[in-house]
C-alpha cells in the first residue's frame, strides 16, 4: 500500500506543521485541507481547500474525502467527536488510512474520565477506528504525552509567569515523556510515508522525558516555589472540577501526567520505527522560552 494523496483536517496549532511537512516531504504529496465554511483560516494558494458546513455533514465529507488514501485529523479538543463522522465518511469514501487527532495522553485514570466524560472522547474513537478495521479502514494513532512548548508557555506544568510562582508537587522529581509540536507533526508524517510499518498501530513517541525539577532549573529569573503534596494538589482540582470550575481541568489533565512514564520499553514505543529525528530537552527549552519572551 502506498499513500500519496492526503486530506487533513484542522490545520490550526498542530495542523499548520503537520501541513508544512507534508509538503516537504520528499514524497511529494498531493493535499487537501478541509476546513469549516466558518473558519477564517489562511492557506497558500499551492494548497487545494475543501470547506464543508460547520456540522460536517456526511454527503460532503463523503465527497470531500474520495479520491483520498489518508485523512489526517488534527481537528482540536472542542471538535474530536466529530471523527465518528470522519471515520464513518472515510470507509464510505474508501479511504485507505485514518489517523485521529490524538496527540496526548495515553493512560487515562478512571477518576479523570469518571469527573469529564470528554477525556474518554479520544479513546473511544480509538476503539471505533479498531472496528472499522473489517471494512477495510487501517488506522495509526500517534501518542506524545504533553507538548513541551505549549505546557511551557501556558503554565500547564505549574508554573505561572505572572507570579513566578512554582508549585512543585511531590518534589517535581518524577519523569514524565514530553514532545514538541515539531516532532509530533513530523512523525504523522513518517506515519504515512512508512504506511506498512504504521498500519493499525498506535506508537508512542516524545522527544525526551522531563520533570517539574528539571524544568524549574532551566527557567529564567527567580521562582518563588511552593512544595505541595500530589494528593491534596489533586483534590483540590477534582474538588472544582465536581463544582463544574473548568478552569482546574488543565491541572486534572496535568495530575495524570506529574506522577511519571517510561514508554521507552514498551512495545508501543515509536521514535525508532518511525525514524523521528528528536530534540533536547536544551534546544526543546530554548525556543519555548522565545515564545514566552515574544
Ligand atoms: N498533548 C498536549 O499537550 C496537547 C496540547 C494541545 C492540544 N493537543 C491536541 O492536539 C490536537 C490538535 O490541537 P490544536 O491545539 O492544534 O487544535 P486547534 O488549533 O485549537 O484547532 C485545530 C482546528 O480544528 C478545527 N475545528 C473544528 N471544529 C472546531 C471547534 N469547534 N472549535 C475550534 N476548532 C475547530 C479548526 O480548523 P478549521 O478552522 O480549518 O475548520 C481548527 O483550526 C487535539 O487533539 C488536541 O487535543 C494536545
Redesign the pocket.
Known sequence: MTLNSVLL????????LILKHLQASSHKFTIT????E????QFPSSVKVAKVP?AYPHAQLVEAFKGHDVVV????????H?QYKFIDAAVEAKVKRYIP?????DDLPDWLTELRPMFRT?HDVRDYCFEKEKEGLSWTCIV????FE??IQSG?FQFDWKTKTAELIDGGEAKWPA?T?DT?AIAVVKAVEKDEATKNKLLLIQDFRTSQKEILDALPGKWKVENVKYETWLEEAKEKVRNNDDSALPKL?FGSVVTGAEWKDRKEFGNELLDLPTKSFKEAMEEALRGVQS
Open positions: 483536517i484542522g490545520a490550526g496549532n498542530l495542523g499548520s485541507v478541509l476546513t469549516r466558518s473558519s477564517t483560516a460547520d485529523s488534527a481537528i482540536s479538543m472542542m471538535g474530536m466529530q487527532t490524538e496527540y496526548g495522553l479520544k506524545c504525552n504533553v507538548f505549549m505546557g500547564f514532545t509540536l509530533v489533565t
